[in-house]
């Protein structure tokens, strides 16, 4: 009886926290370049997502979800981390870039293996592989990377598939890799170089058989794609581009398949879709109204489709908690000429679809369609299916889950990251009170009104100030009407962002 009593006592310190047998497993879905207005639950017409659709109509759909910033490697960095890229001056990454996230760095995987998970990657990286220091051997072991995150398995494109090396990466080796045609990335190949070597598309342009690019995306050409970046060999490595969503979604039912019951994991699946170069596989040519773009949409929600299938086939989907989120606001051809058109005007929407919606801007841009993104969340046995017009972030992924696991943070680890559990779990709209939000430059967000910041040499401008609540458009600038609500925004994000505490203590501590 006195061991019950004081079981209980502990049971009743953490009432959120989840005892061993309970523990559910956890998948992150993660589109590229997903906007908001990209799915069928979120107003598209244009491009059928059934899959999707389903999973929202079994899910807390979140109308008012964000990434953390408008372009992809940082919104990874701190979605893994819960620390905002700004702080480690993070930005869009080159082929050869060392990776961001220190293997000393606190993140999501580690946060679950702490509470007993095994821990998974598979789908797209970006987020640097190597320390920087040494050349990074591709035909050797290739680290660090995800491995010295916390993770026990990868399955990669180790940069994103508009990038060099165009091959997979399996744990610490390139698969299917001849090493009488090693593989090398930069300018130039090593003296005495005798393998495989690929077209230059700024002088060989006919060599982009596939489709024209342009915008740097003219280095090295790959199945008739040029690429940024140079790569020299790895021949037979080389992935192909209409079947890198199949072989992702290969990997993750082996991967889910292969877990035992009772013994909870963690994956995060990263899709290169929507991404360019879109290549989407010849059984989704045609099934949009919306160009090459709008079919690589349909394979994406072919994908979770998959995925959410071996969770039912496995019994595994009563006590998976799955999310789908993107990592930035949607883009149109981006250097690629596969038939989806530019906008000319902020109004004007691209073949009769806006994949963001009715916000405004999108990828690379400060406004709310570079990250206000589809945000669903689904977990059968604790969340009740509904909409919430709550305001959440991925960066609140860490604290929200170090709560529900009932495992602590220190004041350094995921030092942006609040805990919105339960708002996640639908038992409340609180959602997170403030929310930066990062492009070029950065903008704040309280409630319904958000301030942009003037960019660096405009201070002048004094920013932008928008109500959401009746400008979801951010049409009018109300900054001249509100200049004190301006200005106290203006401190908070200073505030915010020069601290070295962290959003979390930082806000915690001014309550």
Not at 21 to 31: F, S
Not at 64 to 91: E, I, K, Q, W, Y
Not at 114 to 134: M, R
Request: hydrophobic letters at 35%; proline letters at 6%; a positive charge.
């Amino acid at each position: 009886m006195k061991f019950f009593n004081t079981l209980t006592a502990v049971l009743l310190t953490l009432p959120l926290a989840i005892v061993a047998e309970e523990k559910p497993n956890v998948i992150i879905i993660y589109g590229d370049d997903v906007g908001y207005g990209d799915l069928g639950a979120y107003g598209a017409e244009l491009i059928p997502t059934p899959h999707l659709d389903k999973l929202a109509k079994e899910s807390l759909r979140f109308t008012d979800g964000h990434c953390s910033a408008a372009t992809c490697t940082p919104s990874r960095f701190s979605m893994l981390t819960g620390v905002h890229g700004f702080r480690h001056n993070v930005r869009i990454l080159a082929p050869n870039a060392p990776m961001v996230i220190k293997p000393k760095m606190f993140t999501l995987p580690r946060l679950f293996k702490k509470a007993g998970y095994k821990t998974a990657v598979i789908g797209k990286w970006h987020l640097g592989i190597g320390d920087g220091k040494n050349r990074v051997d591709w035909n050797g072991e290739v680290k660090p990377g995800p491995l010295e995150l916390g993770f026990d398995y990868s399955f990669l494109l180790p940069s994103t598939n508009d990038r060099v090396p165009c091959v997979y990466l399996e744990n610490y080796r390139v698969r299917d890799l001849d090493p009488k045609d090693p593989l090398y990335v930069g300018k130039k190949p090593p003296k005495g170089f005798r393998g495989t070597i690929y077209p230059d598309a700024r002088k060989d342009p006919a060599a982009m058989s596939y489709y024209k690019s342009t915008h740097g995306h003219n280095n090295s050409v790959i199945n008739g794609i040029g690429r940024i970046g140079y790569m020299w060999g790895g021949k037979s490595a080389l992935w192909n581009d209409e079947t890198i969503a199949l072989e992702f979604s290969k990997q993750a039912r082996k991967y889910i398949s292969a877990q035992k019951k009772g013994e909870p994991f963690f994956l995060y699946w990263a899709a290169s879709d929507i991404h360019v170069p879109r290549a989407p596989n010849k059984m989704f040519h045609g099934k949009s109204q919306h160009s090459l773009r709008g079919d690589a949409m349909v394979q994406l929600d072919w994908c979770v489709g998959e995925i959410t299938k071996v969770l039912e086939e496995r019994g595994l989907a009563e006590n998976t908690i799955v999310i789908f989120s993107s990592d930035n606001g949607p883009v149109y051809d981006d250097g690629y000429e596969d038939g989806t058109t530019v906008k000319k005007s902020e109004k004007e929407s691209d073949h009769g679809h806006d994949g963001s919606g009715p916000y405004r801007g999108g990828k690379y841009q400060i406004y709310e369609g570079g990250t206000r993104v589809p945000f669903i969340v689904r977990w059968p046995r604790k969340i009740k299916p509904g909409v919430s017009a709550a305001m959440v972030s991925q960066i609140d992924f860490m604290a929200s889950f170090s709560d529900l696991l009932g495992v602590a943070l220190s004041d350094d680890q995921g030092m942006d990251s609040r805990d919105i559990l339960t708002t996640l779990l639908g038992e409340d709209q609180k959602g997170t009170e403030v929310l930066i939000q990062e492009a070029k430059g950065l903008a704040i967000r309280k409630g319904q009104w958000k301030f942009i910041a003037p960019s660096k040499g405009q201070e002048k401008n004094k920013g932008q100030l928008y109500n959401l609540a009746t400008d979801v458009g951010e049409r009018k600038n109300l900054i001249k009407k509100e200049p004190k609500r301006a200005e106290s925004m203006q401190i908070l994000l200073n505030q915010l962002v020069t601290t070295k505490k962290g959003v979390r203590l930082e806000l915690n501590d001014s309550k």
